[in-house]
């Protein structure tokens, strides 16, 4: 099958979008179907207002149609809700043609942290967004449950996945620091809310791995915390491999692939009862879920690290490449139009 995938959020940003994208596609070219990602890449940016880390595409709308054209796929699926997202989504209709899309970021939330925008006026530009799509894919129950009291509709659930080779238990004297270490891994951005672990009274030490527009700010006002920052590949395993709690502090998040990471890692996640947290951690097995996040970080260090990593284990990025092709909405392109075989 060839598949274009729309994305505005794409290397060498950093994230669980641009994460989940990348190793679903890997999985699918394995199995012999073809992938054509369209992002920024491929057009003119301009940095985003806030975030200058993230790039914008403009006026992506005749570049966008030539490279769907030419691909001349069997599905079409648009990840993001930024330009290339609308412009694909435009393009889609105009023609007939079936997509799906995805929901992965709490973009109502993010904006209102940083802009006075009422969060019913972007849920509502986000179900007339995705009302259009064949379906629209969320990473868990309670984020389905959660949207569609909010109106969305045609709602089907794609999971994520974690690599067990990559992360494993590790030598835990990576790090030499006071124990026990609590860490933080991912963004460093005021959506994730990174001060309320910052903030908590813990023995041992703390520790944020990452980059991001809030990272000299935090660490002036937490000089006592280690920031290391941004790590990838085995750097990045063994400092999660290292930590004796993983601290996910965010409200927002509709997943939060790093929780899957340390739970590989024999790493127990402290985090809060919320949409995202509430399906990954199975609480008081390989994590704890509470309101007082310090409360969490504690009972979370007694946890069973082989519990954490049979769980893992048992979420691949192969089933989660499988699960998303069952959901694509696969049509017939018409055979008068110019057809090349994408670069995987």
């Not at 009972?299 to 049979?310: K, N, S, V, Y």
Request: charged share 20%; with cysteine; glycine share 6%.
């Amino acid at each position: 099958m060839r598949i274009v995938i729309v994305t505005d959020a794409w290397h060498p940003q950093v994230n669980g979008v641009v994460t989940t994208l990348s190793k679903v596609g890997a999985a699918l070219a394995e199995k012999g179907h073809s992938v054509r990602y369209v992002t920024p890449a491929d057009f003119r940016t301009v940095p985003c207002p806030t975030y200058p880390e993230i790039r914008l595409a403009l006026r992506p709308g005749p570049r966008l149609r030539h490279i769907v054209r030419t691909v001349a796929p069997d599905a079409i699926h648009i990840a993001t809700e930024g330009p290339l997202g609308w412009a694909a989504r435009a393009y889609c209709l105009r023609r007939k043609l079936p997509f799906t899309t995805a929901y992965h970021t709490q973009f109502p939330q993010y904006v209102r942290l940083r802009a006075p925008i009422p969060l019913r006026v972007s849920y509502a530009l986000l179900r007339r967004y995705h009302g259009a799509a064949s379906r629209t894919l969320v990473a868990t129950e309670s984020l389905r449950q959660e949207l569609t009291e909010r109106g969305f509709r045609n709602l089907s659930l794609w999971s994520r996945g974690v690599d067990s080779t990559l992360f494993r238990p590790r030598d835990k004297h990576y790090l030499d620091l006071p124990r026990p270490i609590a860490m933080y891994v991912g963004r460093v951005a005021v959506e994730k809310n990174i001060e309320a672990f910052l903030k908590l009274e813990l023995p041992g030490s703390k520790v944020v791995v990452g980059d991001g527009p809030d990272l000299a700010r935090l660490k002036q006002a937490y000089p006592d915390a280690h920031f290391v920052g941004y790590q990838s590949g085995e750097r990045l395993a063994k400092h999660v491999a290292a930590a004796d709690v993983s601290v996910f502090p965010s409200l927002t998040d509709t997943f939060g692939l790093t929780m899957l990471e340390a739970m590989a890692c024999g790493v127990p996640v402290a985090a809060y009862p919320v949409t995202g947290p509430k399906d990954v951690v199975q609480h008081g097995v390989t994590g704890i879920l509470d309101t007082d996040l310090a409360k969490a970080c504690q009972a979370a260090l007694q946890l069973d690290g082989q519990a954490c990593i049979a769980f893992a284990q048992s979420r691949s990025w192969d089933a989660c490449a499988e699960q998303f092709l069952t959901e694509l909405e696969p049509f017939r392109w018409p055979e008068d139009r110019p057809r090349e075989q994408p670069a995987a």
